[in-house]
């Protein structure tokens, strides 16, 4: 079974993350299958607007706990690589979707956690389903952002949000994140996917070329910092990750346990 889907139905074409039992949760293989679908998402011609979504009940989880599980065991060094290396395969699809000549929606419903969060606030519009979650979730692993979340999340809400988002990592709802701008409009969960829908296709049917432009000129307001922030969290995740509290972090989670972390590199 892929672990992503892709269809068009028209002019949009869909992405879809399709590992509803580990709540769309990213692992390598899909973070590269993601980084081809928004590839092919920007190549195709006939496609005028791109909607992210996922399989089940779930958006999606963030970086796969799993994935992480297997690398706590580890030497620091190599761990610190291995991280680095998967966080920087991110980066070919965040920017991609940032630059791509096409507007996308991304459709939310349950969980947006971490990874997940990071892909909402990469789209150019999320619809979200009046029961949706979010969470920036990494301060609970010992680690630090991805995804370009260090970059989209103090543009949207300003710095002090942004720090208590990320530093706190405590979990909100779609109402929460409507007031802060992460999300465009929410919808009754039964209707998440028509009303996503709904908003793809009126894009796709818009003017493309002054789509084109209005969203390059939007993306030049952030310019090349977006990219050297990329790669300064994939330096921050992969030092964190070397650390202890990652360590733990992961134990814990896996435990199902409350971490203790102690602050030791």
């Known amino acids: 079974m892929p672990k992503v889907l892709v269809e068009r139905e028209g002019t949009v074409l869909r992405i879809t993350l399709n590992r509803p039992e580990v709540l769309n949760a990213v ?15 920007a ?13 089940g009940t779930h958006f999606c989880a963030g970086g796969d706990i799993g994935m992480f599980g297997e690398l706590i065991h580890l030497p620091a060094e190599e761990r610190r690589q291995a991280l680095y290396q998967t966080v920087d395969a991110l980066h070919p699809l965040l920017l991609g979707l940032r630059h791509m000549p096409k507007p996308a929606v991304a459709a939310v419903q349950g969980a947006a ?12 519009f999320a619809v979200a389903a009046e029961d949706a979650v979010f969470a920036c979730g990494y301060i609970h692993l010992g680690a630090s952002p991805d995804g370009g979340m260090t970059a989209l999340l ?21 109402g929460r994140a409507l007031a802060l701008g992460l999300v465009n409009r929410l919808a009754a969960p039964d209707r998440l ?26 993306q030049a307001t952030i310019g090349d910092s977006f990219a050297a922030q990329l790669r300064r969290e994939a330096e921050s995740f992969a030092a964190c990750a070397a650390g202890e509290d990652f360590v733990e972090g992961v134990r814990a989670f896996l435990d199902k346990r409350r971490p203790s972390f102690r602050g030791q590199g």
């Open 27 to 41: 692992d390598r293989e899909t973070i590269a299958a993601l980084a081809a679908a928004v590839d092919e998402a």
């Open 43 to 55: 190549r195709d011609k006939a496609a005028r607007a791109v909607l992210l979504g996922g399989a």
């Open 113 to 124: 956690a971490g990874f997940g969060l990071s892909l909402v606030l990469a789209a150019d």
């Open 154 to 174: 103090p543009a949207i809400v300003g710095l002090k949000r942004a720090a208590e988002l990320t530093l706190l990592g405590e979990r909100f709802d779609a």
């Open 193 to 218: 996917m028509a009303e996503a829908e709904a908003l793809a296709e009126r894009l796709a049917a818009g003017p493309a070329e002054a789509h084109a432009r209005t969203k390059a000129l939007l």
